[in-house]
DNA sequence: CGGATTTTTGACCAATGTCAAGACCGGTGG
DNA sequence: CCACCGGTCTTGACATTGGTCAAAAATCCG
């Protein structure tokens, strides 16, 4: 299994030296919507940026948090990718899901107050900690970011069952490449070209399927003509296509 | 498929009318660490009463809410067993999950603002309704009722992911077995026998299994001694040996 | 360049799904 | 009380998807 190479979490980095893209990160990130100038007074929007702490760089294979620590913050993926896994103790990995820039993990942490996964970075990563006590406080303050957290959870709910049901191999990843496309194009990067970062054992074990399997659906999809592979590297060509096959899987 | 017998929602019950077993209720539900005098004081207890609304018999078929209606309100079972579930256009139905008595429903609704999902008395069902604006105000106001809702939600989302991995069919039905009893002694019921109230059809599609292998798999427990069945009725005989074939899908 | 890791490919296999038939069960009406 | 009916559940025979194993190919990095 993939191990982390360095001791786990880094100090913080002087948030001074990242002023200059907040209001771009900001802009992309879980929480930009209230963040952001957005008919929210000044007073409290600086309640927020005060209590976010930028943390980072984390290189593949580091922890960002660790299954069974106590739970203490919530973390929005800032650039990178974080996958979050399971492993039980007999060192089976089960992969939950895979986190891009804006998208926040560790919501599934607050009621057992211990974080109930590892998330582990897949590549050069970037996060911002937003300390639980303090977004609670801030929450029963401010409606609107209370409402913002309420919508954060629930969407995982819905997120979390989506891969829930009983599908093909190839429904599966027509479904994982559309919904991996699309949450990239959300984010603001191109729509129907990326790099899947992970390697193919994290696809299928995410997706409960074989490594194997992952490669010669994939292989399956480039001959047809729906998809164009090279490594890692994915290209979406035919996309209605592509959506049919997931139609079972994926949001209206 | 299974289809309602009655309209759908059906009118509140008078409150008054079950005054009477309002503790006694309240002391298995969701929110019974907040709603009850547990260092609450008594006039946020009394809001938080207020905004409940008692609302049933539903009967077997009857839907509490349907997938596409607006959000306003999330449910508490009271009394009855709901299923959730999701049909896609060409009729597929995927069962999300089983709510016993004091489990709230709805949580899945907060974010995309409409019900995800249908909710689907099994037998006869008595909900409690919040209104969801109100119980937002009220978790403004008093912590534990913010605090309660965040829990309520984060729970959910570790829930979802518990069937989420690759586990055999004998894996899946020990861990299903073993979480009802749990859940329904956790209710103060039998913890070693209880009633399946839904068709094998829905276990079924619930674990992402064959009603036919469903089937199988009881009497195979059943021959080696690991539970008795009888139609609906089971019985745990062997916790132990469950506990082992599901010991990849069960919390510690 | 060389070793490790990841990915691909092929051959085979097993768990589970599918199909079909029959048993069971509860309710209904004669 | 019994026969019947519809739905549910069980059982058996067979089919199939996707998993497993093994080895080769490609890729990555130092």
Chains 1, 2 share one sequence.
Not at 25 to 34: D, N
Not at 71 to 78: H, P
Not at 172 to 201: H, I, K, Q, T, W
Request: charged share 25%; net charge negative; with cysteine.
């Amino acid at each position: 299994m993939t191990q982390m190479h360095h001791s786990g979490k880094l100090p913080p980095h002087n948030p001074i030296a990242d002023d200059g893209d907040e209001v771009h990160f900001c802009s992309t990130c879980a929480f930009g919507s209230v963040c952001l100038p957005s008919g929210l007074n000044k007073t409290s929007l600086n309640e927020l940026h005060m209590l976010v702490e930028h943390i980072g760089p984390f290189h593949d294979g580091d922890v960002v948090f660790r299954s069974g620590e106590r739970f203490g913050a919530l973390f929005a993926v800032r650039a990178g990718m974080v996958k979050t896994r399971q492993v039980d103790d007999e060192g089976h990995e089960q992969v939950l899901g895979f986190h891009l820039p804006g998208e926040m993990i560790g919501l599934d942490a607050i009621h057992p107050a211990r974080y109930p996964c590892d998330a582990v970075a897949l590549d050069t990563v970037f996060v911002c900690r937003f300390s639980f006590p303090a977004l609670s406080t801030l929450a029963a303050k401010i409606p609107d970011v209370q409402q913002r957290l309420f919508d954060l959870l629930s969407a995982d709910i819905g997120k979390t069952s989506r891969y829930s049901g009983d599908h093909t191999a190839d429904e599966r990843l027509a479904a994982f490449l559309l919904d991996l496309a699309a949450r990239y194009a959300a984010r603001g990067f191109a729509a129907n070209a990326y790099r899947l970062v992970m390697p193919r054992a994290d696809i299928a074990n995410y997706l409960r399927l074989a490594a194997e399997t992952v490669s010669r659906v994939l292989r399956r999809f480039q001959d047809h003509g729906l998809i164009h592979v090279d490594g890692r590297e994915v290209e979406i060509v035919d996309k209605p296509a592509l959506r049919k096959l997931a139609r079972h899987i994926l949001p209206a």
